[in-house]
């Protein structure tokens, strides 16, 4: 199953490492990444395949969640198919 | 593939234009629950409701987390109690309503519909019984919702139930009372009622229905809104287009819900109801919708043109989006729940006659709008055989929820929250009396279908 990650915040040193050390802990494979920074703010889309991951989607939600609190972001982690159901046919 | 652009245009939608799932709906039929005494019958439905829903609201809460996709309400429906009670030996169904409140509280949804009864050419003694236990069923319920269908375009017009049901909507706010007549909220007149609406006050499990279905309810006039912000002075041709490509989008999204809740509950999938369904949010408001299209206020001419062309428009792109499609899909235009209708009201550019205009070419009908308290049941009678009337002749489903609110005047305001929102007293103008018209009962015989001029 391929999730997306999204991360809004104000930037700091780290974000990127912590992010995928949490994702690389749990085996989750990061397929794409995109990120930028406008006017201070730190904007990244993550897109990850986590059919080998010893957990479920919640509890990385949950852990990613913990993280984001952590760090000031907000992270949101999103089954990829609702962005497939909306845009292709 | 999908791109950045579309991941982001997704999540803004959510969460700044208020897209949601309005609700995940489980239909229950109770056919085959029928006893002769009302205390098994009660056992019967509540045995079954819980067991059927047992977990709904845990699998709409996994797909809402899962998704990141908010699914404000889980509902249940269930078949028409007048005739799933028919066989009790009772002369009151107020012990069902109780059930249905307790198996609904039990199971964790937010509202259960189908106390209800479908009388459009006439009545049984099932039916009777159940429309004389709605004011005091709607009074001692917390999440029961109530509805009669008295007419249809093949059966023509109830009147004998349109007057009852006038005075059962008087009756039910007297009851009601302490609460603002809240029970008026859960209580929807009909014509051409759908048997598998996933809304309330209106939903219930129609007798042609499956054992068990699961419909989905979208909403999002937010998007749509911000879709027609880019578009200030383009012709229609480009109103419409946009529309019917955000309604897609939209549905898309509701039958990935409906596909994943109906695996997941082991429940066949019934219907989506293409629906752009307001709520009292700012920006959630399908009046700001209309006006976005060039009208200062909603209720200025030209706005029922501009509702059927939204409306039309939510249909053609809904249904591509969809395998399977009903309910009463199109654009709602209940007062209470949506805050640009109540800014219309407020300013006074919306009285109850240009909303009468509207349900020509809305989805339903008159929908949640606070009326005096001291309107007679008569005049209330005489606005649902209007909306009957509307409905019978165009072939489309209406519907009447007024909420006759004691002690209220014109200039006062009432709050019902959460979905059900507030609402400023809207005036019925025209103060002459209906009575006489009111009093004959009988029936009025189904319209011609042809000569359609």
């Known amino acids: ?89 | 593939m999908i791109t950045i652009d579309d991941i982001m245009e997704t999540n803004r939608m959510i969460t700044e234009n208020k897209l949601d799932v309005r609700t995940i709906t489980m239909g229950i039929s109770l056919r085959d629950c029928a006893h002769p005494n009302i205390k098994n019958f009660c056992e019967n439905i509540y045995d079954k409701i819980t067991k059927s829903a047992e977990f709904l609201v845990k699998t709409g809460e996994d797909i809402e987390a899962e998704y990141g996709i908010p699914i404000i309400h889980k509902r249940i429906s269930v078949t028409p109690i007048a005739i799933a009670a028919e066989a009790c030996d009772t002369d009151t169904f107020v012990p069902v309503a109780e059930t249905l409140d307790k198996a609904g509280k039990a199971v964790g949804v937010n509202f259960i519909g189908g106390f209800s009864a479908l009388v459009e050419k006439g009545y049984t003694r099932g039916d009777h019984t159940l429309i004389s236990s709605i004011p005091q069923a709607l009074a001692s319920t917390d999440i029961v919702c109530s509805s009669i269908n008295l007419a249809s375009t093949k059966a023509g017009i109830n009147m004998d139930a349109v007057r009852e049901m006038g005075e059962v909507v008087k009756r039910t706010a007297e009851l009601t009372r302490d609460q603002q007549a809240i029970g008026c909220a859960k209580l929807v007149v009909f014509a051409n009622a759908p048997g598998d609406n996933p809304f309330m006050a209106g939903a219930f499990h129609g007798v042609s229905e499956a054992d068990k279905v699961v419909s989905v309810g979208v909403s999002g006039p937010g998007v749509v809104k911000h879709a027609l912000e880019g578009l200030r002075g383009k012709d229609f041709t480009e109103v419409a287009e946009t529309i019917k490509r955000t309604a897609f989008k939209i549905t898309r999204v509701g039958q990935l819900v409906a596909r994943e809740a109906s695996k997941r509950l082991g429940v066949p999938f019934g219907i989506i109801d293409l629906s752009l369904a307001p709520t009292p949010a700012v920006g959630d408001s399908v009046a700001n919708v209309i006006e976005e299209m060039g009208l200062e206020s909603c209720g200025a001419p030209g706005t029922t043109a501009a509702l059927a062309l939204l409306n039309d428009a939510v249909k053609k792109g809904g249904l591509m989006a969809s395998s399977h499609v009903g309910g009463l899909s199109g654009a709602f235009i209940p007062v209470s729940e949506d805050k640009g209708m109540i800014d219309a009201v407020n300013r006074g550019s919306l009285s109850i006659e240009k909303l009468e205009a509207m349900t020509c070419v809305c989805s339903v009908g008159l929908d949640m709008i606070a009326i005096e308290g001291d309107t007679s049941a008569a005049t209330i009678s005489g606005i649902i055989a209007d909306e009957a009337a509307i409905g019978m002749i165009n072939n489309k489903t209406t519907a009447v929820r007024v909420i006759p609110v004691p002690g209220k005047k014109v200039g006062d305001m009432v709050e019902y929250g959460g979905l059900l929102g507030y609402c400023p007293i809207v005036p019925v103008q025209n103060k002459f009396s209906s009575d006489a018209f009111i009093a004959r009962g009988g029936r009025i015989p189904a319209p011609i279908r042809s000569l359609t001029n």
């Open chain 1, 1 to 89: 199953m391929k999730i997306v990650v999204t991360i809004v915040g104000k930037d700091r040193v780290g974000i990127i490492a912590k992010v995928s050390g949490v994702l690389a802990e749990n085996n989750v494979n990061i397929l794409s990444v995109n990120q930028n920074i406008m006017d201070g703010f730190f904007n990244m889309v993550l897109i990850a395949e986590m059919q080998d991951s010893q957990v479920k989607l919640k509890e990385l939600q949950d852990i990613l969640h913990k993280k984001g609190d952590e760090m000031g972001l907000e992270i949101k982690v999103q089954h990829q198919e609702i962005f497939n159901a909306m845009h292709s046919i």
